[in-house]
């Protein structure tokens, strides 16, 4: 059973640093990505960034100016999100995902495991 479970959100003042953690069991991820995605009240779920599971490849959405990394320690069977600068607009539930790859990487409809999610709430 393949479980997603993501930890390290919380209040935090603009400005201010996070890292998210996803501990990842259940399967052999190779030939997997792994992504974050956010969703905001009132707002669809949204790509973050993604990172094969295997190398090194990532994808970043374009508005986070750089703001945010994705990574993975695949010893630990751990993904991170470090996200820095944050803005009040970056509060959402973030979460977790792994989907084949050879999909489109932005679809939250081609990752087929999902963790429950974590909030991130940025004060001004």
């Known amino acids: 059973q393949v479980q997603l479970v993501e930890s390290g959100g919380g209040l935090v003042q603009a400005g201010g640093s996070l890292r998210l953690s996803c501990a990842a069991s259940?399967?052999?991820?190779?030939?997997?990505?792994m992504g974050w995605f956010r969703q905001a009240p009132g707002k669809e779920r949204e790509f973050v960034a993604a990172?094969?599971?295997?190398?090194?490849?990532?994808y970043y959405t374009d508005s986070l100016e750089g703001r945010f990394t994705i990574s993975k320690d695949n010893a630990k069977n751990t993904l991170y999100l470090q996200m820095n600068n944050l803005k009040p607009e970056d509060t959402a539930v973030y979460y977790c995902?792994?989907?084949?790859?050879?999909?489109?990487?932005?679809?939250?409809?081609?990752?087929?495991?999902w963790g429950r999610g974590t909030q991130v709430t940025v004060s001004s």
């Open positions: 259940g399967r052999t991820f190779s030939g997997y990505r």
């Open positions: 990172v094969a599971w295997s190398g090194d490849t990532t």
């Open positions: 995902a792994a989907g084949p790859l050879g999909r489109i990487w932005t679809a939250a409809t081609t990752y087929g495991y």
